[in-house]
C-alpha cells in the first residue's frame, strides 16, 4: 500500500504544482482542466481553465491534486506534507524554497531525532515538514 497526498486548491493548483515540480525535482504527468472533463457542463464557465487533476510524478510517490468547483474549497488544516530527504543540504534546499512567499512555522534546525528538520506553510496555503533523519 503506498499512501499519497492529494492537495485541494481555491483555483491556484497549476501554479502550485508547477512550482512544487521545481521545487521537488519531479514531472508532472497528467493535469487535466475543469474545461476538458466529461462534467464541464455542470461547472461555471470561468472554472473551466482551474485544474480538475494533476499528478507529480515523485518516484516511488505521487503528489495529486486540483482546484475544488466553487464553494467547496476548505483551507487546509489538521495535516502536513512530510518530506524526507537524505542529505541535509537537499532538507535546507526544499525547505527554503518552499518557503518562498510563504510562512515558516518551525524554522530548519537541528532537532533530537534528525539533522533537518523544519514546519512551514507556502505560498498556497499548504503545510509541509521537511524532515532529513539522522543515520543510525
Partial sequence: MK?????MFNGNCEAAFKFYEHCL??????????GDAPSAEHIPAEWHDK??????DLGDRLLMGSDSPPGYFDTPQGFSVQISVDEPAEAERIFHIL???GK?????????WSVR????????????????????
Fill in 3 to 7: 499512501l499519497n497526498p492529494y492537495l
Fill in 25 to 34: 525535482g519531479g514531472k508532472i504527468v497528467m493535469m487535466m482542466t475543469h
Fill in 51 to 56: 485544474i480538475m487533476h494533476v499528478c507529480l
Fill in 99 to 101: 518557503a518562498e512567499n
Fill in 104 to 112: 515558516v512555522k518551525m524554522p530548519i534546525d537541528q532537532t533530537f
Fill in 117 to 136: 528538520f523544519g514546519m512551514l506553510v507556502d505560498q498556497f496555503g499548504i503545510p509541509w515538514m521537511v524532515n532529513c533523519q539522522k543515520t543510525p
